[in-house]
């Protein structure tokens, strides 16, 4: 009925995948481990630099994957949701009928976090513009920098929200809708608890955004 | 005569010994081994050396010089040679083979064994000592002349005090050559005594544990001429032009002014300034010419951090065709003890921002400080190993990955429904109709 990823079978792969995760993980690590170790060792320890990545990279990557996150997040949310739901509206519609268009809100509630995604996506995207950093002055480049940084925080708050959100609003659906198919007295009590779940996407929006309020990218 | 087996008291426990204590040798030139053996005495009277402790020069002449060179048979054989350390005896004396004889060290490990002996492996300065009784000697005092024995005068009543001098180590072709020699030297020389019936105590040491700086011309670098007062000269190398000196290093492979002109031949530069004083700041300044004509001057003056530890290009002129121009070399910078490189650096600016003077440095390394040997040090590069356009490019990367490896997971779990298969049950045929 539902997805749940279930640990890597023998049966469909006919070996165990438990040693090519290990073997990768272990190569993962040893390869970082002689990484480390040579700077380390050499005495350029300080050229592991984390402050020199987030200086360096530039504000465009993080601002664009914060567009992406928002968008894609929320989308994988509400998909989520809304597959959850309507498998168990399908379902329970096959003996009841009558459940078919009142739990159809459960789908629209699936469907707004959707939207706050995308809502979110364009108010984020309108904030990209062009500087330039050699000829503008400093405060426009930090400024610049700031807005990348803003950006990412702000598209990672509504998509992991909203991410979480769909599925809630998904499950307590389904459930809604097998409910009301039983017992049509139910359906109304129920969608309060969906009301709750979708509020809480609407705390990611409006979190972000607050980040997203007030950043300024180039000279426009 | 007793011969004691102390735990340093045989020869083998002496090289043991002597390649466990040589951790804690101090790496000061001043501390050197003295052995000493005796076929008519027994060493029961001096004091052990604990491990680790450097017998002091007073204490060795009162301790140790001055029983041996008293009473009747107090006649002392000294081989003194420039050189000796426990990490000759390491190296020399096959050490770590429980059957060995002692390598080049034969005689004296077959002295030690055989006869009453002790091992000193830390006495500083003992050259100082032997200098010192030798003034101050009652008795009589033999110079060995080219190390045969045979022809010494003994005086039976008084002690006598025979100084052998032992060839050079450093001065030898090679030093197990050396130490070779003057091992047989040692036997020849202790034979010949015992044909004679002396009695005698023997010392084996030398004035310095390392052999002293050698004045040899180094052949490898026969191009390099250093000036006396530690300025060095701009050479030809690996087709670009290296500065050389004893503490600060330059090289580079070309200087670009502007769009067009390259100065790259290594005979045009000539030093003006050089100077590093202390560790702390450095300049160097220098000409090009054309012509003999000087078109270009650049001078540079580094100086180290002491709160970073980086030392970095502080104030950089630059004069070209009369105009003076200072430029932002800031991020030439690197840590103590590394040097400086970088492939290609471009894009130098004046301070001043009205200025529009730029010129770029091409196949640049430099070391101003810390320089060992005329050589540079570990290279500090301007680019990274993943530089950031590589890191972003793998961040991106990782995230489609990672978002690939989700959904085809998914994919994977979805599978066909067996709930409402029955193996046993009828099967379901569907008639086709051709």
Redesign the interface.
């Known amino acids: 009925m539902d ?4 640990k890597p079978s023998t049966k ?1 792969m006919g070996v165990s995948l438990f040693p090519v995760y290990f073997i990768t993980l272990m190569l993962g690590t040893l390869a970082i481990l002689i990484i480390a170790f040579y700077y380390i060792l ?3 320890g ?2 592991i630099d984390f402050g ?2 987030l200086e ?3 504000p465009y ?1 993080w601002a664009s ?1 914060g567009v992406a996150i928002t968008i ?1 997040f929320s989308v994988v949310g509400a998909a989520w949701g809304i597959f959850t739901t309507g498998a168990s509206i399908l379902g329970g519609g096959v003996k009841a009928p009558r459940i078919k268009t009142k739990n159809l809100i459960s789908i629209i509630f699936c469907e707004a976090v959707a939207i706050y995604g995308i809502i979110m996506a364009i108010i984020i995207g309108q904030g990209i513009s062009a500087f330039d950093a050699e000829k503008d002055t400093d405060q426009i480049v930090r400024d610049s920098y700031d807005a990348g940084f803003r950006m990412f925080a702000a598209g990672v708050t509504v998509g992991v929200s909203n991410v979480a959100c769909g599925i809630t609003v998904g499950i307590v659906g389904s459930g809604a809708a097998l409910a009301d198919a039983q017992n049509s007295t139910l359906f109304v009590k129920i969608l309060i608890l969906e009301i709750f779940a979708s509020v809480i996407g609407l705390f990611g929006l409006i979190v972000g955004i607050l980040q997203i309020v007030g950043v300024k990218m180039g000279t426009k | 005569m007793i011969t004691l087996s102390r735990d340093c008291g045989n020869m083998e426990g002496v090289l043991r010994c002597i390649a466990i204590l040589s951790c804690f040798c101090l790496a000061l030139s001043t501390k050197v081994p003295v052995l000493l053996w005796s076929s008519s005495r027994s060493f029961a009277d001096l004091p052990q050396s604990n491990g680790g402790q450097t017998v002091v020069s007073s204490d060795f002449s009162n301790q140790y010089l001055k029983p041996l060179t008293t009473g009747n048979n107090g006649n002392l054989v000294v081989f003194v040679q420039d050189k000796l350390s426990l990490q000759d005896f390491t190296q020399h004396a096959d050490v770590y083979n429980p059957e060995s004889n002692g390598g080049v060290f034969k005689n004296v490990k077959g002295f030690m064994d055989e006869l009453s002996s002790l091992s000193l492996p830390s006495v500083h300065l003992p050259g100082l000592a032997i200098d010192d009784i030798i003034k101050t000697f009652e008795g009589k005092v033999h110079h060995v002349k080219d190390q045969d024995a045979s022809k010494i005068d003994f005086d039976s009543k008084l002690p006598n005090l025979v100084i052998v001098k032992l060839t050079s180590i450093s001065d030898s072709p090679n030093e197990e050559e050396g130490f070779r020699k003057n091992d047989e030297t040692i036997g020849r020389v202790v034979k010949q005594l015992a044909k004679r019936g002396v009695k005698y105590s023997a010392l084996y040491t030398a004035t310095s544990s390392k052999a002293a700086e050698s004045n040899k011309v180094r052949t490898r670098r026969g191009l390099l001429s250093v000036g006396a007062d530690n300025s060095g000269t701009f050479i030809e190398y690996a087709n670009g032009t290296l500065y050389n000196s004893s503490c600060i290093l330059l090289y580079v492979r070309s200087i670009n002014i502007g769009n067009s002109t390259q100065l790259n031949d290594p005979k045009s530069f000539t030093m003006t300034n050089h100077s590093c004083v202390d560790n702390i700041t450095a300049s160097l300044a220098f000409t090009y010419t054309n012509n003999s004509k000087i078109i270009m001057t650049m001078s540079l003056i580094m100086t180290v951090s002491n709160v970073s530890g980086y030392w970095s290009i502080n104030n950089t002129k630059v004069t070209w065709n009369g105009g003076n121009h200072p430029m932002k070399l800031k991020k030439v910078s690197a ?1 103590w ?2 040097s400086y490189h970088c492939s290609s650096l471009e894009k130098l600016v004046a301070i001043n921002s009205t200025d529009n003077f730029t010129m770029s440095l091409e196949g640049f390394q430099l070391q101003p400080f810390d320089v060992m040997d005329y050589k540079f040090s ?1 290279g ?1 590069d301007c680019v ?2 993943f530089s ?1 356009v590589i ?2 490019g793998l ?2 990367t990782l ?1 489609f990955v990672l ?1 690939l490896l989700f959904g085809f ?2 994919l ?2 979805v ?1 066909t429904q067996d709930r409402f298969d029955d193996p046993k049950g009828k099967t379901i045929t569907v008639n086709v109709n051709e």
């Open positions: 997805y749940q990823p279930e469909q050499t005495g350029k300080t050229r020199w990545f360096q990279t530039s990557m994957f894609s | 840590p003890g590394f570990d500090w990274p190993f950031e890191w972003m961040i991106a995230a978002i997971s998914m994977a779990s599978t």
